[in-house]
């Protein structure tokens, strides 16, 4: 049968039941949101001669729990108008109206004689054939549908969703005895195709996939952090950024999550796990038992293995229990690192450390390679769903199997070895089968070792993706420093940059004319996109600094010049350009969004021309462009100056949309032109189906604009009375004026002495020429500096 959902209804309204609602209103579904009613009146509301009958009091958990949920910090919505999709309620009044919706999600507190009363009222009200889901995240699927009807259990399973719900990615569907398959297989394409999750169909197991192997791995880390001598800060630096893993690493991660959560979790494994090889290692150590008593559970209760106090951040002293100054840590073996920009291409040369780092990672991939390998069948058959767990739920960019296959397998096996364990006896008969690795690349797609067939299988779902990692030299047509040209198939090239950070110098600037190039003389159009954590951070400054510092004016006007006429071929080529963003969409990457004939945005996409951060404006045609849309959208005398005020404060005030939606309030995106993929695996496949439509609908090269209207004096005077009152009000510095004026000059189209039309080239030209005289200030030049050294803009 064919399955919609159109709305939703979450039972708990916690953090975690809120965070679900957002992440259905985010992507267009209806939500009701229910939660209990209160037993006793607030003084407040006592106070206001309320009761308990009262519906603002019946109501007051909800709505304060959605309320608080909307507020923090990351937000769990697209954007705040999104929240008007969700409607709350209480479960004593409004229950019957789950009779209305697609699907219901039980959110409530980790008890199981609460979730089975939940359950009862549940059935009193759903109609035949809608969803049941529970968000447990350790609670048995099998003991919660007990006692309910058949077409209950059919539908019914768990559905773990990760907290925060809209950015990790993992979604757990844990099937219960009689659910269907057809559930099983809509929920597994539900969560890929419109939630933008990585569907992973678990088995009814102790904490499932995730959560069994990263409780095990931040375990072992506890333990293991007492037995080497290592502070926490030395654990931190050796498991964050440097081996793909959040820069939160362990113990902040901890700090983050709650340390109260966690333990849960273990307690629970370690309970309803005793044939565990590893059972005891879920025993919590000494140093968590004492913090659990003072309640010291990271950033909720204040402090945790860190704390701060002022300015000053101190961490936790596992031996005297006492806080300290926080220390750096580092390690030669890490240094050994630097040059190697993939953590995939790192492992090789970290298990190789001759110092405590290097005993630290053989230790710690000894034995996690050695449980996640003895966790087959026991929590899934299929290797890969395994990998994708951790990636998606804790972060990691690669999982413990191809962190393994990177090391190699006979070495794993022989640090293995080492520690005193051995792998499961399915591996050592891969590699007598032939294997000699857990994943193989062909024909474009990602292969895994099948253990019952003892053969090489296509992992399941790709189909709808398009892998660069998977095609990038085997459909190679052309590359460069910085950046390489795919064939995507069916006359669609695809540009992926491969500088540092994806910074926009030189090499990628060539690199887009010859895609376009390319393109125009043999192909059909061009997606310029990739798959590594940001799309760009902008253009490259260094170069520019360099330039500047040497006062080598004539070449970077050159350089400014070469940017812009790049912008302007991927608007003015003769073929569909469609820009693929994502993640960090800094200055020069936005410009080219900007230019495209089409954006297919992730909906994690953060977006903005940041350049007022380093002391300059947009100049690859930016500013140009922001002058251009308000221009566009001019009506009437009397609001053009409100409208180019809008656009001139975008760029001004550095605005960085928090999400792809977001990026349409800013006029960065355009309605009705550009879109949103919310799963990112998705969005080269989709950008690539964009620039095929335009191709076949017949593209035509657009003709350049000549008719821009821009407003002069009128808007000039308004703009440097404004930025005068910024600055005798302290809000600006005497710099940040100076930078806000030329901008001013260059989105009024100059000082001319009435509203006229000019040319896309008049526009370019006026920031070329302001981009260039704020490199010659001092005061630039100190911001780019502190931006390269600190990594964080200068207020001077």
């Given at each position: 049968m064919k399955r919609t959902i159109k709305k939703v209804a979450v039972i708990g309204s916690g953090i975690m039941g809120s965070g679900i609602a957002c992440h259905f209103a985010n992507i267009g579904v209806e939500v009701l949101l229910l939660d209990i009613v209160p037993r006793e009146l607030t003084e407040a509301e006592a106070k206001k001669g309320l009761t308990l009958e009262s519906k603002i009091v019946r109501n007051r958990l909800v709505n304060e729990h959605l309320a608080n949920s909307l507020k923090s910090k990351p937000s769990p919505i697209y954007n705040q108008k999104f929240a008007s999709r969700i409607t709350t309620g209480n479960t004593t009044d409004d229950m019957a109206k789950i009779a209305n919706v697609d699907w219901i999600i039980e959110v409530v507190v980790e008890r199981l004689d609460i979730k089975k009363m939940v359950f009862e009222q549940i059935e009193k009200f759903r109609k035949p054939g809608t969803l049941v889901t529970s968000n447990t995240s350790g609670i048995p699927i099998h003991f919660m549908s007990e006692g309910r009807s058949d077409d209950f259990q059919k539908h019914f399973c768990g559905t773990h969703f990760?907290?925060?719900?809209?950015?990790?990615?993992?979604?757990?569907?844990?099937?219960?005895?009689?659910?269907?398959?057809?559930?099983?297989?809509?929920?597994?394409?539900?969560?890929?195709?419109?939630?933008?999750?990585?569907?992973?169909?678990?088995?009814?197991?102790?904490?499932?996939?995730?959560?069994?192997?990263?409780?095990?791995?931040?375990?072992?880390?506890?333990?293991?952090?007492?037995?080497?001598?290592?502070?926490?800060?030395?654990?931190?630096?050796?498991?964050?950024?440097?081996?793909?893993?959040?820069?939160?690493?362990?113990?902040?991660?901890?700090?983050?999550?709650?340390?109260?959560?966690?333990?849960?979790?273990?307690?629970?494994?370690?309970?309803?796990?005793?044939?565990?090889?590893?059972?005891?290692?879920?025993?919590?150590?000494?140093?968590?038992?004492?913090?659990?008593?003072?309640?010291?559970?990271?950033?909720?209760?204040?402090?945790?293995?860190?704390?701060?106090?002022?300015?000053?951040?101190?961490?936790?002293?596992?031996?005297?229990?006492?806080?300290?100054?926080?220390?750096?840590?580092?390690?030669?073996?890490?240094?050994?690192?630097?040059?190697?920009?993939?953590?995939?291409?790192?492992?090789?040369?970290?298990?190789?450390?001759?110092?405590?780092?290097?005993?630290?990672?053989?230790?710690?991939?000894?034995?996690?390679?050695?449980?996640?390998?003895?966790?087959?069948?026991?929590?899934?058959?299929?290797?890969?769903?395994?990998?994708?767990?951790?990636?998606?739920?804790?972060?990691?960019?690669?999982?413990?199997?191809?962190?393994?296959?990177?090391?190699?397998?006979?070495?794993?096996?022989?640090?293995?070895?080492?520690?005193?364990?051995?792998?499961?006896?399915?591996?050592?008969?891969?590699?007598?089968?032939?294997?000699?690795?857990?994943?193989?690349?062909?024909?474009?797609?990602?292969?895994?070792?099948?253990?019952?067939?003892?053969?090489?299988?296509?992992?399941?779902?790709?189909?709808?993706?398009?892998?660069?990692?998977?095609?990038?030299?085997?459909?190679?047509?052309?590359?460069?420093?910085?950046?390489?040209?795919?064939?995507?198939?069916?006359?669609?090239?695809?540009?992926?940059?491969?500088?540092?950070?994806?910074?926009?110098?030189?090499?990628?600037?060539?690199?887009?004319?010859?895609?376009?190039?390319?393109?125009?003389?043999?192909?059909?159009?061009?997606?310029?996109?990739?798959?590594?954590?940001?799309?760009?951070?902008?253009?490259?400054?260094?170069?520019?600094?360099?330039?500047?510092?040497?006062?080598?004016?004539?070449?970077?006007?050159?350089?400014?010049?070469?940017?812009?006429?790049?912008?302007?071929?991927?608007?003015?080529?003769?073929?569909?350009?469609?820009?693929?963003?994502?993640?960090?969409?800094?200055?020069?990457?936005?410009?080219?969004?900007?230019?495209?004939?089409?954006?297919?945005?992730?909906?994690?996409?953060?977006?903005?021309?940041?350049?007022?951060?380093?002391?300059?404006?947009?100049?690859?045609?930016?500013?140009?462009?922001?002058?251009?849309?308000?221009?566009?959208?001019?009506?009437?005398?009397?609001?053009?100056?409100?409208?180019?005020?809008?656009?001139?404060?975008?760029?001004?005030?550095?605005?960085?949309?928090?999400?792809?939606?977001?990026?349409?309030?800013?006029?960065?995106?355009?309605?009705?032109?550009?879109?949103?993929?919310?799963?990112?695996?998705?969005?080269?496949?989709?950008?690539?189906?964009?620039?095929?439509?335009?191709?076949?609908?017949?593209?035509?090269?657009?003709?350049?604009?000549?008719?821009?209207?821009?407003?002069?004096?009128?808007?000039?005077?308004?703009?440097?009375?404004?930025?005068?009152?910024?600055?005798?009000?302290?809000?600006?510095?005497?710099?940040?004026?100076?930078?806000?004026?030329?901008?001013?000059?260059?989105?009024?189209?100059?000082?001319?002495?009435?509203?006229?039309?000019?040319?896309?080239?008049?526009?370019?030209?006026?920031?070329?020429?302001?981009?260039?005289?704020?490199?010659?200030?001092?005061?630039?030049?100190?911001?780019?500096?502190?931006?390269?050294?600190?990594?964080?803009?200068?207020?001077?």
């Open positions: 990760f907290n925060p719900a809209r950015y990790l990615k993992l979604f757990e569907i844990i099937p219960g005895p009689q659910t269907a398959t057809e559930v099983l297989d809509f929920l597994t394409d539900y969560g890929s195709k419109f939630l933008g999750k990585t569907s992973v169909v678990a088995k009814d197991t102790p904490a499932f996939i995730g959560n069994r192997i990263g409780i095990y791995g931040i375990q072992s880390l506890f333990h293991l952090v007492k037995e080497m001598g290592l502070t926490i800060e030395e654990v931190d630096k050796l498991t964050g950024p440097v081996i793909g893993r959040p820069k939160s690493a362990t113990f902040r991660t901890v700090d983050v999550v709650g340390l109260d959560t966690l333990v849960h979790v273990a307690n629970g494994i370690y309970e309803n796990c005793p044939n565990d090889e590893q059972h005891d290692l879920f025993k919590l150590p000494d140093f968590v038992n004492k913090m659990m008593e003072n309640k010291w559970l990271g950033s909720k209760t204040g402090q945790g293995f860190y704390k701060k106090v002022d300015k000053d951040i101190l961490s936790l002293d596992l031996d005297t229990l006492e806080y300290r100054p926080a220390k750096k840590a580092s390690f030669a073996t890490l240094e050994l690192t630097k040059t190697i920009d993939k953590p995939i291409d790192r492992f090789k040369v970290l298990v190789k450390g001759k110092d405590k780092a290097g005993e630290f990672y053989r230790k710690s991939f000894a034995g996690m390679f050695a449980y996640v390998s003895n966790r087959i069948p026991e929590i899934t058959d299929e290797l890969y769903k395994i990998d994708d767990a951790m990636k998606a739920g804790f972060g990691w960019e690669n999982g413990p199997f191809e962190i393994w296959d990177a090391i190699g397998v006979e070495k794993g096996i022989e640090i293995m070895k080492a520690e005193g364990l051995e792998p499961a006896a399915w591996v050592t008969d891969m590699l007598t089968s032939g294997s000699s690795s857990f994943y193989t690349i062909k024909e474009g797609a990602t292969f895994f070792y099948n253990i019952p067939t003892k053969s090489q299988t296509k992992v399941p779902g790709q189909d709808s993706f398009i892998i660069l990692n998977n095609i990038r030299e085997s459909k190679k047509v052309w590359s460069n420093s910085g950046a390489i040209i795919q064939d995507l198939g069916d006359g669609i090239l695809n540009l992926e940059f491969q500088s540092k950070m994806n910074t926009i110098g030189g090499d990628v600037l060539a690199a887009i004319n010859k895609a376009i190039d390319l393109s125009e003389k043999e192909y059909q159009g061009l997606v310029i996109g990739n798959q590594a954590a940001n799309f760009s951070v902008g253009a490259n400054i260094g170069m520019i600094f360099m330039m500047a510092v040497e006062q080598e004016y004539d070449e970077l006007n050159m350089a400014i010049k070469m940017f812009q006429d790049t912008m302007m071929r991927v608007r003015y080529s003769g073929i569909p350009v469609v820009v693929a963003p994502h993640g960090m969409t800094f200055g020069g990457g936005c410009e080219m969004s900007l230019h495209a004939d089409k954006v297919v945005a992730a909906a994690e996409t953060y977006m903005g021309l940041v350049e007022f951060g380093v002391g300059v404006i947009p100049g690859g045609g930016g500013s140009k462009e922001m002058a251009l849309r308000a221009a566009d959208l001019f009506h009437k005398n009397d609001v053009e100056l409100n409208v180019l005020q809008e656009y001139f404060l975008t760029i001004a005030m550095a605005k960085v949309s928090t999400s792809g939606y977001e990026a349409f309030d800013t006029g960065l995106l355009q309605q009705g032109k550009d879109i949103i993929v919310v799963n990112k695996d998705r969005q080269i496949a989709e950008a690539k189906k964009h620039a095929l439509l335009m191709a076949e609908a017949g593209y035509t090269q657009p003709i350049r604009r000549s008719d821009v209207k821009v407003l002069g004096k009128q808007a000039l005077g308004m703009f440097l009375v404004g930025t005068d009152q910024m600055e005798a009000g302290k809000y600006i510095s005497e710099h940040d004026k100076k930078i806000a004026n030329k901008l001013a000059y260059v989105m009024a189209g100059g000082d001319l002495s009435e509203p006229t039309l000019v040319t896309e080239q008049y526009l370019l030209d006026l920031e070329r020429e302001a981009f260039l005289s704020l490199c010659t200030e001092r005061k630039t030049l100190e911001r780019i500096q502190f931006m390269l050294t600190k990594g964080k803009p200068l207020r001077n």
